[in-house]
């Protein structure tokens, strides 16, 4: 099966939202990898900028090219021609995409959020917003479904930023509230020499029941939810396949991570997505 450029990197470096894309109209899914592949691109500048100014160009780089692209002028990169066919075909709000851009200026400081409720806060900005266009792909623009596709999104960007905590730790980088950790009596270097304790482990489940408060404050609006809608919130069911898996290790964010297997990820998708369940 040939893929596209977009299909293939999301594929690669975001596969949980390309199982889900899956599950979208044929006729919506090059969009759709278009909107995880820009999304990919911004977000990972942090690693690929050796300091915080040359992110700052790069991310102003983005901006501008959303903005050439809503008036009609595409610049010559694989994810843009795409992402402004998506744009034009399905009048993609801008706002969204200036939001999406916004919150990785914080990725860029290095700086870990203060309390629990900015680390929400973020996931909202980042993860959120990107539903929200998920939706607006969809065609489903309005109602109870962004009431759902708030918390959703909160929920799985919380719970990626759990199972990053390794990796950004290795970076110096923490994403764990400062105020969570004084709260637990965590020590910052246990966290960046990648050292378990139980402080850290008491922080983590503080994030996680977050988590799935925020899942339980999406499925309310359930017998809302357009069966149009459901691909864009699938990411809750592995969301809760994830958050499973922390509470087998005891929350220990530097335990190896339970595996869950493509095929076991997809037949859970499958099933949901036929129950029209997220």
Known sequence: MHLSYTATQVRRDD???????LHAPAARREALFALYAFNIEIAKTRETVSEPMIGQIRL???REAIDEAYAGKVRDHAVL?????AIEAHDLSRGHFDAL??????DLTDAPPQTLDALVEYARQ????LMHLALEILGARHGP???AAQPIGIAWGLTGLLRA????????RQYLPEALMREAGADPADLFDLRGSPALAAVAREIAEEARRQLSAGR????DVPRAAIPALLPAVLADLYLKGLVQHDQDLFADPVEISQPRRQIRLLRSALLRRY
Do not use: C, G, M
């Not at 021609?81 to 066919?85: G, M, R, S």
């Not at 905590?165 to 110096?172: G, L």
């Open 60 to 62: 102003q780089w983005w």
């Open 81 to 85: 021609h795409p992402l402004a066919a």
């Open 145 to 147: 479904v962004h009431d």
């Open 15 to 21: 596969n949980d939202r390309y199982l889900t894309a």
């Open 165 to 172: 905590a390794a990796f950004h730790a290795r970076a110096k």
């Open 101 to 106: 851009i916004d919150a990785r200026e914080f």
């Open 126 to 129: 980042s993860s959120s917003t």
């Open 220 to 223: 309310a609006h359930r017998r």
